[in-house]
């Protein structure tokens, strides 16, 4: 490995995503692709969907980003890059160009559970050498907080609101990871920038493997979670002690742990920072709280059930 | 040397893309333009040209893919039709926004619903305000010769815009014409290399494609857009004079047939134009002096020439082979707005035809050639626009 993976040495290194963006001051986001993008000493090429993290990071004649960066739209990261991608090996079979290159697809849930799915589905089923990162907020936040297949079970959003009759969202989320997985690429991962380090490894491994890629990140949102600003990386913490958001990845097929909380503790640690969980917390949704616990603790099992053992 | 065959136009259109050699190219399959992407796909696996292929899973990733490649820094090609184009139609704007030189035949053919594949214009007049040139088609051949110059035009440096090149679906893309090909060498000459304008492969210098710009500037981008759509015309006639050095094939930003003296005239689109050029003859051989006018530079409209070509007929039909429902043929304003400015005009009338692939017949033209004869003589046009060939 190039460099220790010590954040005293990782600070010494050039920034590809700088210092300068609009993100939200304790936006999650940001934080992940910092750590992404240091993850890998080859030069990179960044395909970013509209949302939070575009339009926050280059505006007007200013730029966050360091690397050769491109955005057309909403739906489109994944298939933009492909196309990015395919000119880079039809130059280099011609022997028009010869530099090692390495590409990352970053999108918000939205634009990656929802109106993405087909044209990640696509590029991920051509095979095309990339990393796909999601950074997972769990709603639309950059249009102000409605409803995506990734909002959990009796979460409120704007397009989802809880109200006297419905309690929020009425659906569980969609669990992209294991869609992915079943696409059966190389290489799936689940991971949170509270456990950077493994983050880190992660994508650099993924950088390694030839083919198509998928890392899907929590990145909190205090605005949609309704949190403090300077919670995201104790609310991403409590996401993965909670086994909320297990941290695991699925290479070639065989899925395996990477962190495993020491003690794993009730869920409602993990939603009760957050206002967006706060009507769940009265008598009358208990109920709808028991099902969230019951929800993660399946999941968990089954995770811990496919999950290699050493 | 040139060589004359016997082909359909995709097959004419497959050979022209085989003969640029392009770097990358998005295929979807979609009738009738299947075909002439399958063609190309075998040249592709017999090793007949360099291109990567990307094969998406739908039109929206097809023109993704295509801009993302065309700024990664290549040639990039693919070809559409209908449903395909409409699907594309967000990404066709940032195509052009992006300034990137994709080149596209687009096989016409209607929309839905009700479910139609056959040809019309419905989709390329739908995308008609994409920021796309857009060059059309009477015949394979010029369909052929189109797809070829279609790559300087959108590539010159003053330019850099992406392309349409259309062409009827089944008529044209279906049909076996008479066609002369050129040869390889000739074609790889005429289009030269492809030149690469701030492309995302240039490490050494990051760029950004897509920022968001709000409202200190955006108004400015979009005038800057007209204003390359401005220079597009005589890049178009200098690439045409050109290819008339090479081929003897001479091309303009329209044509014009039996206009200079005529007293009434029919402007016409693609296919439809051949049959009214012989429709033409006849009412010449009866003593009256009719004409046509093909435009074939479409986007951007060249206002002044076409006013200029038709301000001394009497009469002039404009003939749509798609609607804009509750208003005038697409066609017919632009027509109608080059005219405009004129102090003496002709009377002017719309008519739609051949929608969704029904046939336009001879007798359509004379039909059409007839009552313009009449409104010549009278000064008075009865029914501004109408649908001929329509079962009542």
């Known amino acids: 490995m190039a460099t220790p993976l010590t954040l005293k040495e990782l600070s010494k290194k050039e920034d590809r995503f700088t210092h300068g963006h609009r993100m939200c001051s304790g936006c999650g986001a940001p934080v992940v692709v910092k750590i992404a993008m240091m993850a890998t000493e080859y030069p990179v090429i960044v395909s970013n969907a509209t949302g939070c993290l575009e339009v926050s990071s280059c505006i007007s004649e200013f730029t966050a980003w360091n690397v050769p960066w491109i955005h057309t739209a909403f739906e489109n990261a994944a298939a933009t890059l492909s196309g990015v991608e395919t000119m880079y090996r039809s130059l280099k079979k011609q022997g028009k160009f010869d530099q090692e290159v390495k590409f990352i697809a970053f999108g918000g849930d939205g634009g990656t559970y929802d109106i993405g799915f087909q044209s990640l589905s696509g590029a991920m089923e051509r095979g095309h050498d990339m990393i796909y990162i999601c950074y997972d907020n769990g709603a639309y936040m950059n249009t102000g907080i409605q409803r995506s297949s990734a909002t959990p079970l009796g979460a409120d959003t704007t397009t989802c609101p809880a109200g006297s009759v419905i309690p929020g969202k009425l659906r569980n989320r969609k669990n992209l990871t294991k869609i992915m997985a079943a696409h059966d690429i190389p290489y799936v991962a689940q991971a949170s920038p509270s456990h950077w380090q493994d983050l880190f490894k992660k994508v650099q491994k993924a950088h390694e493997i030839k083919g198509p890629k998928f890392i899907n990140v929590i990145a909190p949102c205090n605005r949609g979670w309704r949190s403090k600003t300077n919670d995201a990386i104790q609310l991403s913490r409590l996401a993965v002690n909670t086994c909320y958001w297990p941290l695991y990845e699925i290479e070639d097929g065989v899925t395996r742990i990477t962190v495993t909380p020491k003690e794993k503790i009730p869920v409602a640690e993990f939603m009760k920072p957050q206002g967006r969980f706060k009507h769940l917390f009265t008598p009358e949704n208990e109920g709808l709280l028991q099902r969230v616990q019951e929800e993660v603790d399946k999941e968990w099992a089954k995770l811990l059930k496919e999950a290699k053992t050493d | ?392």
């Open chain 2, 1 to 392: 040397m040139a060589k004359v065959v016997a082909v359909t136009g995709n097959e004419a259109c497959a050979n022209a893309l085989r003969q640029v050699n392009p770097d990358v190219c998005g295929i979807y399959p979609i009738t009738p333009q299947t075909d002439m992407m399958q063609r190309f796909a075998s040249f592709i696996a017999d090793g007949k040209v360099d291109t990567e292929s990307i094969l998406v899973e739908s039109e929206h990733s097809s023109m993704s893919a295509c801009i993302g490649a065309a700024a990664a820094g290549g040639r990039v090609i693919t070809a559409t039709s209908s449903q395909g184009l409409a699907l594309m139609w967000e990404m066709l704007h940032i195509a052009s926004g992006d300034r990137l030189p994709i080149v596209m035949p687009v096989v016409n053919r209607a929309l839905s619903a009700p479910l139609n594949i056959h040809g019309d214009h419905s989709d390329a007049m739908g995308a008609r305000d994409t920021g796309w040139i857009q060059l059309w088609s009477e015949n394979g051949q010029e369909a052929y010769d189109n797809t070829i110059q279609a790559f300087r035009i959108a590539e010159h440096m003053d330019i850099r815009l992406p392309i349409m090149v259309c062409l009827d679906g089944f008529i044209i893309s279906h049909s076996i014409e008479r066609l002369e090909y050129l040869e390889d060498k000739q074609v790889k000459d005429f289009v030269g290399p492809f030149r690469n304008f701030l492309p995302l492969l240039d490490l050494a210098k990051p760029k950004s494609y897509g920022p968001l710009i709000l409202t200190d500037l955006y108004h400015e981008y979009k005038r800057a857009q007209h204003e390359i759509m401005t220079k597009v015309k005589d890049v178009v006639l200098d690439v045409a004079k050109d290819f008339e050095k090479m081929s003897g094939r001479k091309y303009g930003i329209f044509e014009s047939y039996r206009l200079e003296d005529a007293d009434v005239a029919i402007v016409i689109l693609n296919s439809a134009a051949g049959t009214t050029k012989d429709v033409i003859d006849q009412f010449r051989e009866k003593g009256i002096k009719a004409g046509l006018l093909k435009p074939r530079l479409f986007r951007p409209f060249p206002f002044a020439e076409i006013a200029d070509a038709l301000k001394n007929a009497k009469a002039v039909c404009v003939m749509d082979r798609a609607d804009s429902y509750g208003s005038y043929g697409p066609l017919f304003m632009e027509v109608a707005s080059a005219l405009y400015p004129l102090e003496k005009k002709p009377l002017l009338m719309n008519k739609i035809y051949g929608l969704g692939g029904r046939d336009y017949l001879p007798s359509h033209a004379a039909q059409v050639l007839t009552e313009l004869n009449e409104i010549a003589k009278s000064g008075k046009v009865n029914v501004l626009k109408e649908y001929i060939g329509v079962r009542e």
